[in-house]
């Protein structure tokens, strides 16, 4: 079946946690409606940007794209950019069931507020239930879609951080659940813009019937935090992450990483003379954001309960954090074993950098500049003078290389080249992280690959040795994921197959991160790629025009 979707995205004001800010909305609505569709289903949107003065694109996140690398919605990757007034129809394949996400992927919009879930079911056989290809049973479901915010403007967060020094965009005013939270109005720091009482900052309120089983899906778009998400008094099981059954395990409280999907199962077996709390809390940096919070309801109430919100773990609490990644393995009766070795490996070392007094991130010495010709039709025409042809470094000194301390040589070089992998061959990239600028810091990196599913082989903390960390891979039943956790002075190893014709980002989910550098973009099949759309193009050399 085709599902259709018409959205115009435009500026509102909202007052999703009680203070007005211009927000990005689809159809007025933020976060933007459900796509709900069947797995084999075609999901075509048609996009109206009525942003007045403001690019736009839109990522359809955990969706391979497979035949229609156009589609990725990647501005300056797979497409140019649609402009004001302009409409662009989105139409691809949703080839697996399971939980992802859709975003802009235009400069800092998505902290605008353009997002929203997308939900693919499994395709029933003839007179089988629904569920049946699951490996598990639940009653009911609901979706948890959880996010930071900033009263600041997009553009403000930009030029802050494109400035010198650096503006940084700081710790997030509120977290949002399902967009909306609840900022402390005594604080705001314009009068008048704050309304406690507004209806677009209610609580949101999860019912739930004792007894029965509900499956969460949970999915995070934050711009910068990673989070921890609890319900408070109900243990969840994890069975879902980035659309790929896992091996169950159990958890009082969940870690998801800007980019991430889990669903987990809960029972409505506690108390229900009472109503509970969801909770999402700031890990890994430390907090300066009150809590998320959202009702579970027994009784349809709106009650909130009368105990403290769960606070999640201490935030810089790693190896907890490391642990339940390294948990997330596949689920016994859907592994799908990875080749047994690579063809080629890209060893990345993830550094902040200063270039030209600007404040940036860089892989292996390189921070990555967007071209203003899409990558995809530059490539495709030959257009090989709009971005640089030198491919960036395979790796990086590593043996002298200390993590634990900050660059000895803080400088960095920009490209905007890319990798061109082999069609058909077997990629492993290990991300290394290390300490940034200033001393005793490293943070964590949600790293998000567009394009693929890749099999997470293994983690660590310290330098990565690429004579002896192999040999510990974990081949055997590694989670299939589309992104992924780097820890703090940690490493993370990961295996994919470049089988997917078309151009692909791969980058730090952290908004701001990618817009300081820290992305790279990796070719395949090219040739194999179908004629492109016309509505893509428009910008830079690809209507032979000038850049
Ligand atoms: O890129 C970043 O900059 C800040 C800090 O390093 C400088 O203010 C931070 O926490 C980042 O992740």
Redesign the pocket.
Known sequence: ATRRYEWEVSYQFKSPDCVRKLSATINGQTPGPTIRATQGDTVEVKVRNSLLTENLAIHWHGIRQIGTPWADGTEGVTQCPILPGDTLTYAFVVDRPGTYMYHAHYGMQRSAGLYGVVVVVVAAAPGAKADDAEPFAYDDEHHVLLNDWWHNSTYELAVG?ASVP?V???EPHSLLINGRGRFNCSAAAVPGTCNATSPECDTPVFAVVPGQTYRFRIASVTS?SALNFEIEGHEMTVVEADGHYVKPFVVKNINIYSGETYSVLIKADQDPNRNYWLASNVVS?QPATPTGTAILSYSGDRAPPSTTPPTGPAWNDTMYRFQQSVATVAHPAYVEPPPPRADRTILLLNT?NKIDAH?K?ALNGVSFTLPHTPYLVAMKRGLLDTFDQRPPPETYAYQGYDVYAPPQNPNATTSDGLYRLRFGSVVDVVLQNAN???PN?S?THPWHLHGHDFWVLGYGIGRFDPAVHPASYNLKDPVLKNTVAVHPYGWTALRFKADNPGVWAFHCH?E??FF?GMGIVFEEGIQRVASLPPEIMGCGETNGGHR
């Open positions: 951080l650096m940084w965009v700081g910068l940096r902040q404040t991130w940034m600028l200033a810091k943070e952290i701001a991160h300081m």
